[in-house]
């Protein structure tokens, strides 16, 4: 895929009317916003693109509404949000495409923002419909997507609409692709990827594709003991999927074939139960990753892993990383993903580019309080896990390509 396409910078929107897809699917209880992030990350694109004279029509979804107008994922909340953020009323639409956006649309003065109703009211958008793409398109002369957390997402108004208008990329996915697409396709190397989270089935594509790209690859989380379990552990209760034991061998075998390292944890954290709740408290062991007592289960990497991952990863010139290496949402059980965010803090001005893939990592990484110390952390978990698997992202492919 071509990670090298045009942006807002490149084109002449002066005038115009630019239709831009953001990602203002934000989380909100009683009917406020509870955290504006994603809204506030979407400010540079807009405060450009209204600055430079366009007449901004903003869409996005909310929520998952399958086609029915549900007052609850209504995207009135983020235009008052916008509205305070930016110093200028942002007229919201009372519908996607219909009469009211576009008599909106066409009063647009330039300079004026407005924002559509939440595009997943309309059944078509999830499947690409040709016809909401058109409708869509017929609003505007130009199409910005700024929304990487949906890039890899072939909806009408992430991709379908690019077929009908001129389509570049704002700020934020221009960060996005810029930084990942470089490291995935010429990275600086010693290139390390850190893998974690709960399943190994998650991650099958991704373990595959990066293990032709890194120098090294580091597996903690729960997906590391299927692999523990197929080089001939004892896993005790710990999380295996047994259908993967043969994947996990071909992996380590294929590994070896390309001279590519595999660092799996030595030591583990174990516990006779789940907590529950997550955040209870809890008394840990540390045992050999491989002999974990039949009563027991491992739910983060011990100690020496810590500093053995540690060690890996000080001597990186790039690392990527998506999943935690343990249950992070527990104290006591969050120490080995501490551990790991620590040691990619501490390449923090040494020239190395730190990559975080979106997901809980970036949420880890954020309660940590470490994430002023890493290069980038990604908008978008799905869409990076889906960029590090190899796959060509729908949202970023339709753009139009620097020449």
Sequence with gaps: MNYNKK??????VSGKRV???????VPTKDGKITSDKRIVAALPTIQYLMNHGAKVILCSHMGKPKGEWKPELSLKVVAQRLSELLGKEVLMA?????EDAKAKAASLKDGDVMLLENVRYIKGETKNDPELSKELASLADLFVNDAFGTAHRAHSSTAGVADY????????VQKEVGIMGKALANPERPFVAILGGAKVSDKLNVINNLLEKVDTLIIGGGMAYTFQKAQGGKEGLSLVDDEKLEYC??????????????YLPIDSAIVPAFPDPIDAPVTVEYVDSKSIPDDKMGLDIGVKTQELFANVIKG????????????????????????VAEALASLHGTGATTIIGGGDS??????????????????????????FEGKVLPGIACLNDKD
């Excluded at 942006?7 to 002449?12: G, N, W």
């Excluded at 009372?94 to 219909?98: E, F, P, Q, R, S």
């Excluded at 309660?367 to 980038?376: I, S, V, Y």
């Design 19 to 25: 239709l831009c897809r953001c990602d203002f699917n």
């Design 249 to 262: 061998e071909n992996m380590l075998d294929k590994a070896e074939i390309l001279g590519k390292e595999i």
């Design 165 to 172: 208008l001129p389509a570049v990329c704002g700020y934020l």
């Design 316 to 339: 990186a010139k790039t690392v990527i990383w998506n999943g935690p290496m343990g249950v992070f949402e527990n104290p006591t059980l969050a120490k080995g993903t501490y551990a």
């Design 94 to 98: 009372a519908d996607v495409v219909g």
């Design 362 to 387: 970036a949420a880890a990484v954020q309660q940590l309080g470490f994430a002023d110390k890493m290069t980038h952390i990604s908008t978008g978990g799905g869409a990076s896990l889906e960029l």
């Design 7 to 12: 942006s807002i910078e490149d084109v002449d």
